[in-house]
Structure formats: C-alpha cells, structure tokens
C-alpha cells in the first residue's frame, strides 16, 4: 500500500525550529519529486518548497525563504522539512506530497499526499 506519514508537528515559541518528516511506504523515493504543502485555518493549502529527483530545491513561498530547507534520505525512503526562526504565521497543517521526477507548484499535479501534521508557532 502507498503510504506517506508526517510526523515532527508540535507546539513551539517563535523564533524556535521543528523538523518535519514524511516516511514513505509501499514505493521508493527515487524518481519522485517531493513537496511541502501547508493550510492554514481559512486559507487555502500552499506550496511551499520541493525537492526534485535530481535533489534540487525549488521555494514557492518566499515568506519561508532563507528559514526553511528540504532535503531527502532515499535509502531509508524519508524527506525532511527543517524550519528555523519559526513566526506565528507559519502555524497550518503542513503535508508532504511526491509526484514523478519533477516539482510543481501545483497540488493537483501531486499523485501521493500525507495526511498532515499540525504546527503551531505561539508563545
């Protein structure tokens, strides 16, 4: 079965760090694209950073730019979201998502998705 699983999410004071991890099953990582997606309450879901197959980074929300990074570990099938110097409006549910081989900025156009994990950025 197909499978991606978040997990990281919490409650932290601004300024602080999470790491987000989304763990595949039932399919490799190589030749998937992965993305980070969030939503936050009234809003719509966003993308906001992914990594192709080839392991470059593309940033889709420059309000995360300089704070956020992704990365991926294929061999133990898990991508990473690093979030540094966290800000109350980076609170949402954050998803991951993976397509074949190339990142889009489109939802639609991801074929697998987690099931979110809620972050919440307050002091």
């Known amino acids: 079965q197909v499978q991606l699983v978040e997990s990281g999410g919490g409650l932290v004071q601004p300024g602080g760090s999470l790491r987000l991890s989304c763990a595949a099953s039932?399919?490799?990582?190589?030749?998937?694209?992965i993305a980070w997606f969030r939503q936050a309450p009234g809003k719509e879901r966003e993308g906001i950073i992914c990594?192709?197959?080839?392991?470059?980074?593309?940033y889709y929300a420059d309000s995360v730019r300089g704070r956020f990074t992704i990365s991926r570990d294929n061999p133990e099938r898990t991508a990473y979201l690093q979030m540094n110097s966290l800000k109350p409006e980076d609170t949402a549910v954050y998803y991951c998502?993976?397509?074949?081989?190339?990142?889009?900025?489109?939802?639609?156009?991801?074929?697998?998705w987690g099931q979110g994990t809620q972050v919440t950025v307050s002091s």
């Open positions: 998502a993976t397509r074949h081989y190339y990142c889009s900025g489109r939802s639609a156009s991801y074929d697998y």
């Open positions: 039932g399919f490799t990582l190589d030749y998937h694209a």
């Open positions: 990594i192709s197959d080839s392991n470059v980074s593309t």
